[in-house]
């Protein structure tokens, strides 16, 4: 009966896939008038065990769920266990500025993870996740005199789409039974579409369609490493450190602007230039956390995540930078998380409660870029559970993420903040089956 039933879970959740891959089609990854800078709004990494404990996860290691966010964590596992991990977002997000006010809400795929054991302490991963995502649309009217009475009433839209996506292949060994040691290759591919429209209401005067098409590749590499230092009874503590190189970008850039009137458009300029030629690069980032766990019970942990797009080009390179009142500057980022996770009572046998996993975290982030000077910050906390699922380590993970984006807090002054407020649901399915096990018996 409980085969049957792991069966019916199994079948269900990639049901689940196929109807969420088919339902995101046509829609918004992510959507913020922010995402209309460099390659938009960077997502934040991890499955939906890492997320709801405030993102961290460079020192976890839990045997229970694959942790994406450090390659070494890999090994963190059942030597006869094949895991798989699936995600889902969907994300409510309120802007203000000065007293306008308006709400999107979107929808998202942010990961498909797949673990196996490859021998003794050693185990390698493969999964696809969202590395940026690009979704705004927003318009305003002429508002200068001189310019209306000349030309008559013009209208500016702006809007743009799309994502880049990583794939990644890594694995992990263990030394010694307290060192461990991985390293993966990312893959990053995906295409941004960003527009810019300027009509005008007197059909006299030809209408202005302009934009850019970036279809981006590249290939970095990501290294980590975790030492788990055992400190009395069933405490024990684990720091982890991870480096992402650097990695120039390969691809294109189309760079477009038509006049149109009625039903003739000129070309006024189309150019088509390799982003190899542009020197756009991806930043470097380095993490370092500590963890402390208590058995099966308890664990508690803090990151620190330092990435250096100074130098990655964005901020002159056509289809990247903004031209506009908003001046877009590439920046230092920087990250602070913390979490903890506490279980009841893992193998409580009456109370299905006592054997769910909870969880809490909080986060800062300073985001890659500078808008006209001042610092981009986001905040938030994030709670979250585990429900267990028949045997094994099979569970349905859920999380919330209250945050807050927005220029730096002390120009609260300023009318042009534009402030995101938001609340995130992640939904994650965790897999666990034990498929390489020879049997003992005919």
């Not at 120039?248 to 000129?266: C, E, K, P």
């Not at 979250?384 to 120009?411: C, E, H, M």
């Amino acid at each position: 009966m409980i085969k049957r039933i792991e069966k019916i879970f199994l079948v269900s959740v990639f049901m689940v896939i196929g109807i969420c891959a088919w339902a995101q089609s046509g829609t918004y990854g992510a959507y913020s008038p922010y995402s209309i800078f460099g390659i938009g709004e960077l997502s934040k990494q991890g499955t939906a065990h890492t997320k709801s404990m405030g993102g961290v996860g460079i020192a976890s290691r839990n045997n229970r769920f694959i942790n994406i966010t450090n390659p070494a964590a890999v090994t963190a596992r059942d030597t006869l266990a094949f895991m798989a991990d699936f995600g889902l977002v969907q994300k409510n997000t309120l802007f203000s500025q000065a007293d306008l006010r308006s709400a999107k809400n979107t929808f998202n795929v942010y990961d498909f993870v797949m673990s196996f054991p490859i021998w003794k302490s050693s185990a390698f991963m493969v999964g696809i996740t969202p590395f940026s995502d690009v979704g705004y649309d927003f318009s305003h009217h002429e508002t200068d005199p001189e310019i209306i009475a000349n030309t008559g009433n013009i209208t500016y839209d702006s809007y743009g789409t799309g994502s880049v996506y990583q794939v990644f292949l890594g694995a992990g060994a263990t030394f010694w039974k307290r060192l461990s040691v991985g390293a993966e290759v990312i893959y990053y591919f995906g295409n941004i579409d960003k527009v810019v429209n300027m009509d005008y209401a007197n059909t006299s005067y030809r209408s202005i369609n302009s934009g850019s098409d970036l279809a981006i590749r590249g290939v970095t590499g990501k290294f980590g490493v975790q030492y788990e230092q055992k400190l009395g009874g069933n405490v024990s503590m684990v720091v982890g450190g991870t480096y992402r190189l650097a990695n120039n970008l390969r691809g294109y850039s189309t760079n477009y602007r038509y006049a149109n009137q009625s039903s003739v458009r000129d070309t006024l300029n189309y150019k088509v230039d390799t982003l190899q030629r542009s020197g756009v690069r991806f930043g470097d980032e380095i993490g370092v956390g500590i963890s402390f766990k208590g058995g099966d019970k308890w664990s508690a942990e803090f990151n620190y995540v330092r990435s250096d797009w100074t130098g990655s080009g964005m901020g002159t390179a056509a289809g990247f930078a903004v031209k506009n009142a908003m001046n877009f500057t590439p920046a230092v980022s920087q990250s602070f998380r913390a979490g903890f996770e506490i279980v009841p009572n893992r193998n409580d046998i009456r109370y299905y409660l006592k054997r769910c996993a909870y969880r809490a975290g909080v986060y800062y982030d300073q985001e890659y870029y500078k808008v006209n000077g001042n610092n981009i910050h986001t905040y938030g906390i994030t709670l979250g559970v585990t429900l267990p699922v028949f045997r094994w380590y099979n569970g349905i993970s859920v999380g919330v993420d209250f945050g807050q984006r927005a220029f730096n807090p002390k120009n609260t002054g300023s009318r042009n903040i534009v402030r995101e407020q938001y609340v995130a649901f992640n939904l994650g399915f965790n897999i666990h089956d034990i498929w390489f096990q020879k049997p003992r018996y005919n």
